[in-house]
């Protein structure tokens, strides 16, 4: 493990890139940036550069100029599995970039947010971000507690998962081909939805109208309402709220036979006794890429209880 710090006294941006190494990204109150990186290399340093205001770290030892072609050269003498970055309260912008490295955030509040990856998984447990950009390739995202105003997700197959999603003003946009949305809200919301599928199927209890292949909800004109477009190929779309939840409705009856895994735990988010996501977790936890900690919290998102939880980690995880 090697710790390196840096001076923030003008700096309000930060920029962090790795390629397969995971990212963990923690608020804190101190005025200075903290990065602790695991690696057994006597000499490694990052590569930090300062543009402005802006404070640039690439996790990876291969000197070059500039950013372009990301995730093609630039990292091929990387030796590190994982980063630990205390990110500084006063910091209004973070960018991150990776390949295949998960990120994990906590309680960061920022006015902008920016995550482009191509296969890692993103989790980020409470704050807030005045808008947000999320371009994921197949990775999955979730995010519990964390708030916006302004938000893009753009997945080719990655699944977005969004938990305890306090009711406000906002405008989300969803562009996927096969990956599924979840939102979940933490009271009933006064929603505008405009969903386009093509075979994707859509639940929720509030009520939908669907014209051709747009599935839409009409919100209270007279109170403050947020704005959900979604368009997708083939992905799932579910909405729904915490209070009152009841039993997802499709607009049209599905086919018999075709939804036996549903839990009828329906007072809690929904999961699959074995879904995707589930062996996802597991098998980053038997890899040692995410603590027992960070397991406990993806495997409670996805709706098992401590008992459940304590079978899964001792089927799947390692032995202690």
Not at 60 to 72: A, C, D, P, R
Request: charged letters at 35%; proline letters at 3%.
């Amino acid at each position: 493990m090697k710790s390196f710090t840096y001076e923030l006294e003008k700096i309000d941006s930060v920029s962090l890139y790795t390629a397969s190494a995971d990212l963990e990204i923690i608020s804190t109150k101190e005025n200075i940036l903290i990065a602790e990186v695991e690696t057994d290399e006597e000499d490694y340093e990052p590569v930090v550069e300062i543009r402005g205001s802006e404070l640039r770290i690439r996790f990876e030892k291969k000197e070059i100029k500039g950013f372009t072609g990301l995730f093609h050269n630039i990292f091929d003498n990387e030796r590190i599995e994982k980063a630990k970055v205390y990110l500084p309260e006063k910091i209004e912008r973070l960018k991150i970039g990776t390949a295949s490295g998960d990120i994990t955030i906590s309680g960061v509040y920022l006015s902008d947010l920016r995550i482009n990856a191509v296969s890692g998984d993103t989790s980020i447990f409470s704050g807030s971000a005045e808008t947000f950009r999320l371009d994921d390739v197949s990775g999955d995202c979730v995010l519990k507690d964390f708030n916006f105003r302004d938000a893009r997700f753009g997945t080719v197959s990655g699944d977005i998962r969004i938990v305890h999603l306090a009711p406000m003003s906002r405008d989300l946009t969803v562009s996927t081909v096969s990956g599924d949305l979840e939102v979940i809200y933490s009271q009933k919301p006064n929603v505008e939805v405009l969903l386009s599928t093509v075979s994707g199927d859509v639940f929720s209890k509030l009520p939908f109208v669907k014209e051709k292949k747009f599935y839409i909800i009409e919100a209270d004109p007279d109170k403050p309402r947020e704005r959900i477009t979604m368009n997708s190929v083939s992905g799932d779309v579910w909405i729904k709220a915490q209070e009152g939840f009841e039993m997802p409705k499709r607009v049209e009856p599905r086919q018999e036979n075709t939804f036996d895994d549903l839990k009828e735990e329906i007072s809690k988010p929904m999961y699959f006794e074995e879904d995707k996501e589930t062996e996802k977790t597991l098998k980053l936890f038997n890899d040692g890429k995410i603590t027992e900690e960070h397991a406990r919290q993806i495997l409670s998102l996805l709706g098992y209880n401590d008992e459940e939880i304590n079978e899964l980690l001792g089927k799947g995880g390692k032995e202690e």
